[in-house]
């Protein structure tokens, strides 16, 4: 029996494994240097921006003036504000912007907004549609690069995504944008040198006109964006990354808001993961699909902060295995595991996160991920699964 129990860890290390190793992959090809996209800014495609708002009174004015001076002559916007009760649509037709109100408190989530918007665009669609949440703000140039390469390699385009901490936050926000940066800066550009996908990331996304027309867009999952890529990718269009292009936002100060904006996000993943997590990496294996499979072990990397709290973990139970039974082999697999886990922290720091953190506020970090272990616990005894907006600082 003992024996059996042995054989089943070192099973489960040797799973544990894979996930740290995608990482240190897209850790070390991220390193490396930025490798610039191949973009033919050519003609210019005609573009429809579309801007899914729920509540979004407090900053939908700015977000939609850095829209606007990208706009050409050809190209439209058009925000929807979706079961808003502040002053969203006003505000929004006041700076200028077209505005489609959808009512349906039985249909919540950012994905029946988006449906809403590109039903409205059948009779006169546009060659690129562009999604840019009401909360972020887009740099220069950036609509021009998304929507040329998403009309030249007819699949969807991943603009980089940034959350930055306000100038007054303190150590545990600056430390969740470090964990941002691994995840949707580290991450995707190192399999972009690889030549491989990305996930989509809800904002900054582009898709020609077909894909997106065709695209099941109506729910109310907590991770739509990730659900959308993995359909798209099954077609044969998996999503291309374009750090050229860039999206920014500011994440909450508020402890609720903070609180609410990370169940959202990471219940959403672990529950795609368990969904899914299981049935990409054999789809992607029997079609000897490496764009399918690559997506799928990119989507079995948890968020950074539960992978650091499994990995501690794993490695005090083989220590104590070790103490007991004097089995090594447990022991040495969890130590490679949590040296990995760490080189790749380590090089995603000092490549992108030093303008975030010091090294002693790295190190910290492991508090920050103790800190979440209520978030993590909730998901098994009270998962959400419902979309819901985390309250902004204003509110």
Same mark, same amino acid.
């Given at each position: ?90 505000? @929004? ?19 029946? @907004? ?279 600082? @204003?509110?």
């Amino acid at each position: 029996m003992r024996t059996l129990l042995q054989m089943v860890w070192l099973l489960l290390l040797v799973m544990m494994l894979i996930p740290v190793a995608v990482l240190l992959v897209q850790a070390i090809y991220a390193y490396r240097g930025v490798q610039t996209t191949a973009i033919d800014i050519g003609r210019r495609p005609s573009v429809v921006v579309l801007v899914p708002a729920h509540n979004e009174a407090q900053g939908i004015a700015d977000t939609i003036a850095s829209i606007r001076e990208q706009l050409r002559e050809d190209d439209r916007m058009l925000v929807i504000a979706d079961n808003c009760s502040d002053e969203t649509a006003a505000l @929004a037709l006041a700076a200028g912007a077209p505005v489609l109100e959808r009512h349906n408190m039985e249909e919540r989530g950012k994905g029946y @907004a988006l449906d809403f918007g590109v039903r409205q665009l059948t009779l006169s669609p546009p060659e690129v549609v562009i999604v840019i949440d009401a909360d972020c703000k887009m740099t220069p140039g950036s609509i021009t690069r998304l929507a040329c390469l998403a009309v030249s390699a007819q699949r969807p385009v991943q603009a980089l995504d940034l959350m930055r901490a306000p100038q007054r936050a303190g150590l545990k926000t600056r430390i969740a944008e470090f964990a941002w940066i691994v995840k949707n800066k580290v991450r995707p550009l190192g399999f972009h040198h690889l030549g491989l996908p990305c996930q989509l990331m809800g904002t900054g996304m582009a898709f020609p006109w077909a894909l997106i027309a065709n695209a099941s867009l109506a729910n109310g999952h907590l991770a739509e964006d990730m659900k959308l890529g993995i359909e798209m990718a099954r077609t044969g269009a998996a999503p291309l990354f374009c750090p050229e292009a860039c999206v920014i936002s500011y994440f909450p100060i508020g402890e609720e808001a903070t609180r609410m904006q990370r169940t959202r996000w990471e219940h959403g993943h672990m529950g795609r993961l368990i969904s899914e997590g299981w049935r990409m990496p054999v789809q992607g294996s029997v079609r000897r699909n490496r764009v399918l499979l690559a997506m799928a072990l990119d989507m079995c990397v948890p968020p950074l902060a539960l992978l650091t709290l499994i990995s501690l973990a794993t490695f005090v139970i083989t220590l104590l295995n070790y103490a007991v039974f004097l089995f090594m082999v447990p022991l040495l697999l969890s130590t490679v595991i949590l040296s990995a886990l760490s080189l790749a922290i380590l090089l995603s720091w000092q490549r992108f996160g030093q303008d975030v953190l010091s090294l002693r506020d790295l190190f910290s970090a492991l508090g920050y991920a103790f800190w979440k272990v209520p978030l993590y616990m909730k998901f098994f005894v009270n998962r959400q699964l419902e979309w819901v907006r985390a309250k902004r600082d @204003a509110e």
